[in-house]
């Protein structure tokens, strides 16, 4: 016997009818006649005297619906102890993301999943992906956030929907602020400041194509807001994802579209294999269910 079919024979039960039991239901009345009578056939006896527009219950139907408010009570009992206990979940939960736009996601991730397991604590580490991979290899990091191409052998992930918009950071007062985008033409011969990642930077180097040297690359480095603290000294243009941008003081660097454009995608992580935490079991579970979140 089916829980759904238990509460559709008590409310019949108590109605005294199933005209105003399939309202209250939301279903059709010849459905419900046919659960029911579905349920009389299941069991193996008469549940209830029909005449006329009530139904009366028989004696086996009168035991039926003892048994049923008990075992319905114990489920409904059972799942409160159950949402009581997701409620005492607790821990900590090591986050590992870079400067990305994808990080956007966290806040209504972390508000949504505090809403059910307000004990469980986070810490966010901020860093490269290649930092953050070999963080969760070693158990340190849980969860990562993290900026394509990366090799995902040993990892269960999703992909992100959002995709990462490239861009190149100069001072408000550098010429090439005037122009509405730039190409590889305009960086030809100037300094540059460009990811750590090597992955990552030969994703810049095609984009260049032959009028690319190395040469140019004045510094490398793992984090956006370092990279342009050179840029405001004018020391070169820092080739990034947009990341963080939209928080910088525009009166002190801006940022100009490449064209052609580049776009990167990311992913969210953690380690194939690995035990985890009652709150990290509940946080991937979480993940798997929103929306700009997809399968691997």
């Known amino acids: 016997m089916e829980i759904r079919v238990l509460r559709y024979f008590l409310t019949v039960a108590r109605e005294g009818g199933i005209s105003r039991a399939a309202e209250i239901l939301h279903l059709t009345q010849p459905t419900l006649s046919r659960q029911l009578a579905a349920l009389e056939e299941e069991v193996g006896v008469k549940l209830f005297e029909r005449g006329g527009r009530k139904i009366a219950l028989t004696s086996e139907g009168m035991l039926l619906r003892r048994r049923a408010e008990e075992i319905l009570s114990l489920v409904d ?22 400067e990305m736009s994808a990080v ?4 209504e991730i972390i508000t949504s999943f505090h809403e059910k397991y307000p004990l469980v604590s986070y810490d966010i580490l901020t860093a490269n992906a290649d930092v953050v991979k070999d963080q969760m290899e070693k158990g340190i990091v849980d969860i990562g ?21 490239w861009v190149v950071l100069m001072r408000p007062d ?14 030809n011969g100037k300094p540059l400041i460009m990811p750590m990642r090597a992955t990552v930077r030969n994703e810049v180097f095609n ?24 840029v405001q000294a ?21 940022k100009r579209p490449l064209s052609p454009e580049i776009y990167s995608d990311s992913v969210i992580a953690w380690k194939r294999g690995q035990p985890m935490s009652p709150a990290m079991e509940r946080f991937v579970a979480q993940l798997k269910c929103l929306s700009g979140i997809t399968g691997s």
Request: glycine residues 10%.
């Open 207 to 230: 984009w260049f194509g032959a009028q690319f040297s190395e040469a140019q690359v004045l510094f490398t480095s793992n984090l956006a807001t370092n990279g342009a603290l050179m």
């Open 145 to 165: 956030i993290l900026l394509e191409p990366i090799d995902m052998e040993k990892f269960d992930f999703l992909r992100l929907e959002h995709k990462e918009h």
């Open 77 to 98: 009992r059972t799942q409160q102890e159950l949402v009581r206990q997701d409620g005492l979940i607790e821990g900590r939960i090591v986050i590992g993301c870079g």
């Open 174 to 187: 550098d010429p090439l602020a005037e122009k509405e985008a730039v190409s590889p033409g305009d960086l």
């Open 104 to 107: 956007g996601l966290l806040p």
């Open 234 to 254: 004018g020391l070169g243009y820092s080739i990034l994802i947009e990341g963080v941008m939209p928080f910088w003081d525009e009166t002190k660097i801006v």
